[in-house]
C-alpha cells in the first residue's frame, strides 16, 4: 500500500464521538501556498457564513479534524493539512418504503426489469434522499425483488447517478441476480453512453485509460489517478459523432464500470462533460468572448440543467435462456433539444464564415 492509499484508508475510517457515527460534511485540504495561520481564522476564510465563533464551538464539539485528530481553535494550520468538518449521521428507518411513483418501464419478464431513467431521480436511498427513488418506486411495482445484503436496494444490478438518464437493469429473483451480477464483472456486458462534452476532441476515435479513485480534496468528486497509485483501473472508449467547434457530440463505450467514470475521464483529459457542475463544466470553457455567444450557452445549460449523458443502450445474456439481449433508447428530450441549438449555432456560423461575414459582438 502506498503512503497515499494509508492516508486515504485513515482518514476515511468511521468517526464515534459520544457515541454517535459521524460523516464528512465538508473537507479542506491546505493549499501547498498558505501561509501558517490559526485554524479557526482559516476556517472563517475558507467557509461562507462561517464565524470564529461557530468555528470555535464546533472545535468545542468535537467536530473539527486535522489529519484525523481532533483539533484546537489555536491550532497553526500547515500546507497538506487534511481538514474534516463533520456531523451526526441521521438515523433513517432502513426499511425500503414502496412508493407509486411512475416509471417508465421498457422490458419486463420473470427474471428482470429494465427501466428508462429519468434525470433527477436518485436511484436508492442515501443520506439525504430516503424517499423518491427509484429503488421506492420499484418496490411499489414488483414484489420481492431480491435481497442484495441492503435493504435499500433489493435486485440492484448496477446505478446511475442522479442526473444520468437512460437503461437501467433490475433482477427479479435471486438467480438472475447473481449472473446478471457476474456478467458485469467478468465485463461481458455491452454498455454504450452517448455525451456532450467541451472542446473540440483531435481524433475521432479514442481510449482514455487511468485508474479512479476518490478524489483526496474532495470525497463528492472521483479523480483520475494516472500514475496507478490509487484507485481502480478504468477504460473508456469513445468515438466522435458530431462536432460542433466548441463542443463535441461522442459516443462512450465502458470497458470497466467505475462510479462517475466518464465525468472523470473527460475531465481528465481537459474536455469536461457540458454543464456538468460537480466536474467544471458548467461554465463558458470554449469559444469566443463575445456576449452573444456566452448568452448562447447559458440557454443551452436552461435547455438542460444537467450533465448531458446518457446510458443508451444495454447489451447482456440473458440469466434464463443465454439468449443475447440488447436494448436501446431514444436520447431525453433535454438531450435532443441542446443538440439541435448546436446545429443550428454552427450551420449559421459556417454560413456567415462562407459568406465573407466578418463575425462581430451582434453576429454572435
Known sequence: MTKMEEKEEELSKPIHIDGEDMFEHHRIVVDDSQVM?????????????MTRNKAQKAMDKG????????????YKIKPGDVILIVQA???????LI?????????????????????????VHPSYGHFTGTLMNALAYHIENLPDTGDETRPGLVHRLDKNTTGIMLVAKNEVALVHLQKQFFERTTYRRYHALVWGDLKE????????????????????????????????????????????TYVECRLETGRTHQIRAHFKYLGHPLFNDDEYGGDRVLKGTTFSKYKQFIHNCFKTIPRHVL??????????????W????????????????????????????????????????
Open 204 to 247: 475521432d476515435e479514442g481510449t482514455i485509460t487511468g485508474n479512479i479513485g476518490r478524489s483526496l480534496k474532495n470525497r463528492k468528486m472521483m479523480t483520475v489517478f494516472p500514475d496507478g497509485d490509487y484507485g481502480k483501473h478504468a477504460v473508456t472508449h469513445y468515438k466522435v459523432l458530431e462536432r460542433f467547434g466548441y463542443v
Open 37 to 49: 495561520m490559526r485554524l479557526d481564522k482559516f476556517l472563517t476564510n475558507q467557509m461562507a457564513n
Open 98 to 122: 414502496p412508493e407509486n411513483i411512475p416509471v417508465d418501464i421498457v422490458h419486463e419478464d420473470d427474471q428482470f426489469v429494465l427501466v428508462n431513467k429519468a434525470a433527477g431521480m436518485v
Open 63 to 74: 467536530l473539527v479534524r486535522v489529519n484525523g485528530e481532533q483539533a484546537k481553535a489555536s
Open 325 to 364: 439481449f440488447q436494448f436501446d433508447s431514444e436520447l431525453p428530450q433535454d438531450f435532443q433539444n441542446v443538440l439541435e441549438r448546436w446545429r443550428n449555432y454552427t450551420t449559421q456560423r459556417l454560413l456567415k464564415e462562407g459568406n465573407g461575414i466578418v463575425l462581430d459582438d451582434d453576429d454572435e
Open 310 to 323: 446518457h446510458a443508451k443502450a444495454l447489451g447482456f445474456n440473458h440469466p434464463a435462456t443465454e439468449e
Open 89 to 95: 449521521f441521521p438515523k433513517p428507518d432502513k426499511k
